[in-house]
């Protein structure tokens, strides 16, 4: 149970279309300090699984917002303005890896790189939170505890780099990692009520991890419903001194 939040807490899933953040909405809707989840994703007319989910359920808002798209993030600060002034949690979720669409999959070596894969994992990856924290801050501004989490990955670590490859993905969760830092130093003068963090899930199965589960051992290979329960626990014990770090599913510091 996530006691740290406040009765009748508005939370916020960027992000929730599928793996990851779907399970977050799904925990969070089972919260009893929760009022209200704001669940967004890109296209909320294919997202089925999570359309399902609000069918019964009036506490979930499904929201369009694509992160690379500022004013689609504009947009769905605006709508969840117009239902409340406050958010107690906001969960960045949706990231890239791969994808079939647009032939992106992560590089082996230097002559796989190709500029629009890049932009387009930076665009999602890095600057989505960035954006997303842009517009919602008016949201976050009150005197009750919040957190910005952003969902990041440790192979963004540039101390724990060991194995190279995967250039866009690496380089835009080193990105979407210091972006969380040099916010998190912003909101602990303004906002100081905030705990600004980034978090790293483990290998959860997913379909951004699917293609490479191979060599991950099971007992490393998460649920998404193990991954989420981890990382609410995570949540829930953030101090105001945790601001700023970048923490794993266990709640252990990885280097930046
Ligand atoms: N799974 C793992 O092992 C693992 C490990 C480390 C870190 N992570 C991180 O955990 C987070 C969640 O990953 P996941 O495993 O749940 O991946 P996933 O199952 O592939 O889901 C990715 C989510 O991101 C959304 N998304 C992609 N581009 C978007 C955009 N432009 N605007 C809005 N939403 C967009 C997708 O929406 P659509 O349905 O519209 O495509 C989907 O909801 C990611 O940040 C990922 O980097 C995952």
């Known amino acids: 149970m996530l006691s740290s939040l406040p009765a009748g807490s508005n939370v916020l899933v960027q992000g929730a279309s599928r793996g990851i953040g779907l399970e ?6 089972a919260e009893p300090q929760v009022e209200r989840v704001f669940a967004t994703c890109r296209a909320p007319q294919t997202a089925t699984a999570l359309t399902s989910l609000a069918a019964g359920e009036p506490r979930l808002r499904v929201l369009a917002l694509d992160a690379s798209d500022e004013d689609s993030i504009r947009a769905a600060s605006v709508a969840v ?4 002034p406050r958010l107690h949690l906001v969960v960045n979720c949706a990231g890239l890896l791969h994808d079939a669409a647009s ?3 992560p590089e082996k ?3 796989d790189i190709r500029p629009d ?3 387009t994992s930076f665009a999602v990856n890095a600057l989505g939170p960035l954006v997303v924290a842009k517009h919602f801050e008016g949201l976050l501004a009150h005197n009750e505890r919040a957190v910005f989490a952003s969902i990041s990955a440790r192979v963004g670590s540039i101390g724990d780099n060991r194995l190279g490859g995967w250039y866009a993905y690496r380089g835009a969760k080193a990105a979407q990692n210091m972006f969380t830092k040099t916010l998190s130093i912003e909101w602990a003068r ?4 905030v705990i600004c963090v980034a978090l790293h899930p483990g290998t959860t199965d997913t379909d951004l991890s699917r293609p490479f589960q191979a060599n991950v051992a099971p007992e490393k290979l998460f649920s998404s419903e193990r991954t989420v329960r981890q990382l609410l626990g995570v949540v829930d014990a953030l101090q105001p001194e945790d601001t700023g770090r970048f923490l794993g599913w266990d709640g252990a510091e990885i280097p930046w």
């Open 24 to 29: 977050f909405t799904r925990q969070l809707l």
């Open 81 to 84: 303005a117009s239902v409340t």
């Open 190 to 193: 303004s906002r100081r009520n």
């Open 109 to 111: 070596r230097l002559a």
């Open 117 to 119: 894969a890049l932009a």
């Open 103 to 105: 032939g992106i999959s």
